[in-house]
């Protein structure tokens, strides 16, 4: 049962326009969701997180949008950059906390941004 | 700064062989991760220690282990390797719980290819 789903395998966008990246989840215990980029032959880079309790985090031309009623959240790219073009994973963060969590993933979606 | 670092990159094993598969966290994180990526999917969580203790694991067999070391390095273990443990192997590690999303860095990961 995917908990986390990324229904886009890939996408593509013109350099300069806005990329949105979106992702389902269905466990209403996740309290917190992050976004991570990964080229070829590298680990996953950490872009953006946003808490439960938020609907909206902002770091430079990234912006994560949360709408819990809808268990949806997006990755808003603007503008998007043709160094952008990786692959996106949705992740969502569970566990009893303090030092005991782990991350839910998606499946990924490619994006590409042309020149 | 050393990010993670894991060993080796890349493996090629028969079935039924065993693999130890390594990882030297960023310094000063005391919190160690493993994940399991096959392709096309998103990383799958397997193992979680804190302090040299498991605090996680994930839904993998007993043929799966893990342990972390007074350095906080880890390894991680497989047994009785079958096709279907053919993957990219991602180590993350984290600095100590002081709330927010306690983000997970990601080494580059170790390729197991399983004839």
């Known amino acids: 049962d995917q908990q986390v789903k990324q229904n886009s395998p890939s996408l593509s966008v013109q350099e300069g326009r806005i990329s949105i990246l979106n992702c389902d989840y269905t466990?209403?215990?996740?309290?917190?969701f992050l976004w991570y980029k990964k080229y070829p032959a590298e680990g996953p880079t950490f872009l953006i997180s946003?808490?439960?309790?938020?609907d909206k985090n902002e770091d430079g031309r990234f912006t994560v949008f949360l709408n819990k009623s809808a268990k949806h959240l997006s990755l808003h790219i603007v503008p998007s950059q043709p160094g952008d073009s990786a692959v996106y994973f949705c992740a969502a963060r569970s566990g009893s906390g303090g030092s005991n969590y782990k991350l839910t993933f998606g499946k990924g979606t490619l994006l590409t941004v042309n020149p | 700064d050393a990010g993670v670092t894991q060993s080796p990159t890349h493996l090629i094993k028969t079935r039924g062989q065993h693999v130890t598969l390594r990882c030297s966290p960023i310094s000063g994180h005391k919190s160690v991760s493993w994940y399991q990526q096959v392709l096309g999917q998103g990383p799958q969580f397997i193992f979680q220690?804190?302090?040299?203790?498991?605090?996680g694991r994930g839904n993998f067999p007993d043929r799966f282990s893990a342990r972390q070391f007074p350095n906080y390095s880890s390894e991680l273990n497989v047994n009785a390797l079958l096709l279907g443990d053919s993957a990219l192997y991602l180590c993350?590690?984290?600095?100590?719980?002081?709330?927010?999303?306690?983000?997970?860095?990601f080494g580059a990961g170790s390729r197991l290819t399983v004839l």
């Open positions: 466990n209403s215990m996740f309290d917190y």
């Open positions: 220690y804190y302090e040299k203790e498991e605090r």
């Open positions: 946003i808490s439960s309790i938020k």
């Open positions: 993350a590690s984290s600095d100590v719980p002081r709330g927010g999303a306690n983000v997970l860095t």
